[in-house]
């Protein structure tokens, strides 16, 4: 039998992972050791044991046979942090692809040198009503950015300066200025502790709701007794879902536990913050994107030493090295950003679920609109459900609009505004109210509708739209099926058959011509480029600076304008078009937020949806707000389609210079593929659809293919997944780069 080699890390940190050392794998453990387990080995001259852990095993000898060393034994598993970090990063290894180098250095931070950063804060000298009232003189002056620091600083006596700067889009002059005033002083403070402080009156904590007391009795009972799980709150924004994470934190703290919670980075807005500190003081921390390596260390330092118990921040918080994790909210579970976008491919939920079995915690996602994942396998009973129907803060739902532009077509409005939505924008305009125009453009990829009837073109083996390329012709892009763009709809032969091209900045031109004293703002990829462009007009918007704001997602996201009572989705159907088939998905969550979006506040709120598809069961549902109908609707496609969560799916994507060499690479992938039989069956165990190019089929001249294998287990496709990486190992090509993606969130 041939020797086997397994490469071993000792010492394990991120910064030493690419430092791996070879040893010989001894007969008695041939059988049991596995990338990511912990093993004892001799290190050094005097070869003192070490613990070490293994990250591959080959067959080569990449130094000299007769002085590689053996492998000692697998050490037992360890219960410490790093230990846990470890089974947690081979695991997603196992489940999304990749290196085991790669799957640690996602989940162990990287160590820099940590300077003590100094940070800036703003600290208000006057007293709270005499800020007050120069707020008031301001805002009748229109120094309407004083007037939002002011503002600030009455409800906060000290705050960040990159708050101010930023999310309150406030510039260093007007600070300034404020200064001289003798208003408020810049103070400077080393490292990173609680940026906020807290005034006296702080502790009002509110009583929890009957069914809110119940989902914490619930979870908390479960885990006294031992049986953690998942747990599913299903709930409509402002119906108390962070009151419940809160109480949920502060059971867990009494129990000397801690918690972790995961929110977008859109959705991390000062406001939210504000609660968790006010709650946890001190004990609690944040990570988000603006901090350095450094500081994102420094943290992961922090919860590993008890210094805090609670951490809140996107994706990559789920990795915070707590001794004794309690908990984990996964706060908006819906959201897109919870997957990686590169390798490992990872969904936090998946591994938080993990990373929650390891610890003995629990988890609990939140969402108003959850994904069809999560609701599932809260349907199966693998998820424990719980529902908040009831707004806690006030405000009513909108009343909903379904207009059809196809008959808007037929009545002689060629106009992108419906006749219904004018006469509201003019009504909103006259009253000194605010609207917000929602350009749906998510995962918009050239798709071909009729305006007449509605009707999209679509793949006749793959049930998703089709994409128009150039030369007229429209491309499947999991198949690869391809047909000519037709000249005349196929359904009802109008000749007004074309892709939907309309940008923000379109939207926002035809509105002046409308109401050529309208006030505009415009938030797209455009305008927020430049940093913090994106708070600043959020805030100005807040602050009644415009009486329309024109967007994409993102202004559907997280914030609340209380005096917008008027929501206009311009096509509904753009991201239905979307060439994947969760674009049902995303349509009815994109439009139950924008829909959601009027009437925060005290007075009651509109929302006019246009579309060429009214009947569509994503629009009809979103209008009616109604989750449930959504579900059954959206769950048999999938089924009858074979999608996950019905079945499961994994993306391979070739990608190589060389447009002949990454198609054959993929060809052959695919081959090996269907070559895999059932071995009961004799046939070919999965579905393998492609390979085609893929969506965006050429970045940078790198030519991308993909294709698609289906299984209803996911284990297979773990299995699909670990026969192509071994034929890789093998095959080692030099040109290509190919990746793993499971459950595809977007189409590659
Ligand atoms: P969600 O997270 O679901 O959007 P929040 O927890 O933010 O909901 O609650 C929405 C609003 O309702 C907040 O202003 C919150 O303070 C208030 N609220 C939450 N629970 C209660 C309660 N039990 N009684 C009164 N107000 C509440
Ligand atoms: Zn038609
Ligand atoms: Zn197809």
Known sequence: MRERYADIIVDISHEKLD???????????RDTLEVGACVMVPFGNGNSLRRGYCVGIGEECKFDPARTKDIVEIAPKGVNVEDRMIELASFIRRNFGGTMIQALKTVLPAKQSVRKLERRSVERILDREAVIALMGECERKHQTAKARLLRALAEQPRIP??????????????????????????????????PVRLQAEEERRVPLSGEQSRIVEEVCRDFDEGRTGTYLIHGITGSGKTEVYMQLIAEMRERGRQAIVLIPEIALTYQTLLRFYRRFGDRVSVINSTLSPGEKYDQCERAKNGEIDVIIGPRSALFTPFPNLGLIVIDEEHEGSYKSESTPKYHARETAEE????????????????????????????????????????????????????????????????????????DRLAKGQQSMLFLNRRGYAGFVSCRACGHVMKCPHCDVSLSEHRGGRLICHYCGHEEP?????????????????AGTQQIEEKLRELFPHARTLRMDGDTTRAKDSYGQILSAFSNGEADVLIGTQMIV?????????????????????????????RTFQLLTQAVGRAGRGSLPGEAVIQTYQPGHYAVVRAAEQDYEGFYEEEILYREMSGYPPAAHMLAVQICGKYEESAKQLAEMLSDVVKSIEDVETGKPECVVIGPAPASIGRINDIFRFVFYVKHTEYERLVHTKDVLEERLKRLSPRRETVQFDFDPINTV
Request: proline share 4%; hydrophobic share 35%; glycine share 10%.
């Open 19 to 29: 430092r791996t050392f070879q040893y010989r794998v001894p007969e008695r453990l």
């Open 161 to 194: 300066y990159e708050w101010i700067t930023g999310k309150l889009g406030v510039s260093p002059a007007t600070v300034r200025s404020l200064h001289q005033a003798g208003v408020l002083r810049v103070e400077r403070t080393e490292g990173y502790r609680n």
């Open 355 to 426: 990373a929650a079995r390891l610890s003995g915690a629990s988890l609990v996602l939140g969402s108003a609109t959850p994904s069809l994942e999560a609701y599932y396998r809260a349907r199966r009973g693998e998820y424990r459900m719980f529902s908040l129907d009831k707004r806690l803060a006030g405000g009513a739902l909108p009343t909903v609009y379904t207009v059809d532009l196809r008959q808007e077509l037929k009545e002689g409005n060629r106009s992108i505004f419906s006749r219904k939505l004018q006469e509201l924008l003019a």
């Open 485 to 501: 763009k037709p000249a005349r709809c196929p359904v009802c032969g109008s000749q007004y058959i074309m892709g939907f091209r």
């Open 557 to 585: 996201k997280g914030h609340d304008f209380p005096n917008v009572t008027l929501v206009g989705v311009l096509a509904a159907d753009l991201s239905l078009g979307a060439n994947d088939y969760r674009s049902g998905e």
